[in-house]
T-cell receptor, first 109, second 112 residues
Framework: GQQVMQIPQYQHVQEGEDFTTYCNSS?????IQWYKQRPGGHPVFLIQ?????EVKKQKRLTFQFGEAKKNSSLHITATQTTDVGTYFC?????????FGAGTILRVKS | NAGVTQTPKFQVLKTGQSMTLQCAQD?????MYWYRQDPGMGLRLIYY???????DKGEVPNGYNVSRLNKREFSLRLESAAPSQTSVYFC???????????FGNGTRLTVT
C-alpha cells in the first residue's frame, strides 16, 4: 500500500528562525493534506493541495506540492512559540488518508 | 457545534478486559475513521467506514472490531485488551474521500 514518509522527525529552532518539514510518497497522490497537532491536543486540518506544483500560503506558512505530485513541503517563516506542535502530512489512498509520522517542532524563546 | 465527540477521555484496563470506545459526529459526514497514535509512528488507521453500513480494515486492525451503528456513530471495540494496545485513539470523520478530516479529542488508553 501507499507509504508516506516525513522528515525530519524532530526540529528544535530558536524563535524567529525558519522551519521546513518534507513529505514524500511512494506513489503519485491525488491530493495531500496538512494537519497540526498541539501538545496534548488532536490533529487540526490546515490545508489541502490538489494541483501539480501548487503553492499556497497562510500567513507565515507556505505549502508546496511537487510537480510529480509525490512530495510536499511546509515552510514556516520566522517561527513563533505558538507554532509549537507536530505537523503531519497525509496522502489520499482510495477512501482513506495515510499519514506521515509527523515532525515535532519545538521553539526556544 | 460539538463536531466529533469521543468517550471516554481516559481508560485503564487490565490485560484481557474488554471495552468499547464511542464516537459520534453531528456534521452529517458520510465517512468515519478510527486511528491510533503512538510516539514516533504518527497516526495509523485501524478501521474506517466509508459510508453507513460499510466498514473496512485499515493498516492495524488486529485485536479490534468496529460497528457503524448509524450515520452519526462509529464504535471501536477491544475484545481482549493487550499491553500493545496502550495508545491514544482518535476518531475522525469527513464528507468522503478528498475532504478534510475532523478529529475528536482522543481517548488515552492504558493496558496493564
Amino acid at each position: 500500500g501507499q507509504q508516506v514518509m516525513q522528515i525530519p522527525q524532530y526540529q528544535h529552532v530558536q524563535e524567529g528562525e525558519d522551519f521546513t518539514t518534507y513529505c514524500n510518497s511512494s506513489t503519485t497522490l491525488s491530493n495531500i493534506q496538512w494537519y497540526k497537532q498541539r501538545p496534548g491536543g488532536h490533529p487540526v486540518f490546515l490545508i489541502q493541495l490538489v494541483k501539480s506544483g501548487e503553492v499556497k500560503k497562510q500567513k507565515r506558512l507556505t505549502f508546496q506540492f511537487g510537480e510529480a505530485k509525490k512530495n510536499s513541503s511546509l515552510h514556516i517563516t520566522a517561527t513563533q512559540t505558538t507554532d509549537v506542535g507536530t505537523y503531519f502530512c497525509a496522502g489520499q489512498d482510495g477512501n482513506k488518508l495515510v499519514f506521515g509520522a509527523g515532525t515535532i517542532l519545538r521553539v526556544k524563546s | 457545534n460539538a463536531g466529533v465527540t469521543q468517550t471516554p477521555k481516559f481508560q485503564v484496563l487490565k490485560t484481557g478486559q474488554s471495552m468499547t470506545l464511542q464516537c459520534a459526529q453531528d456534521m452529517n459526514h458520510n465517512s468515519m475513521y478510527w486511528y491510533r497514535q503512538d510516539p514516533g509512528m504518527g497516526l495509523r488507521l485501524i478501521y474506517y467506514s466509508a459510508s453507513e453500513g460499510t466498514t473496512d480494515k485499515g493498516e492495524v486492525p488486529n485485536g479490534y472490531n468496529v460497528s457503524r451503528l448509524n450515520k452519526r456513530e462509529f464504535s471501536l471495540r477491544l475484545e481482549s485488551a493487550a499491553p500493545s494496545q496502550t495508545s491514544v485513539y482518535f476518531c475522525a470523520s469527513n464528507r468522503g474521500a478528498d475532504s478534510p478530516l475532523h478529529f475528536g479529542n482522543g481517548t488515552r488508553l492504558t493496558v496493564t
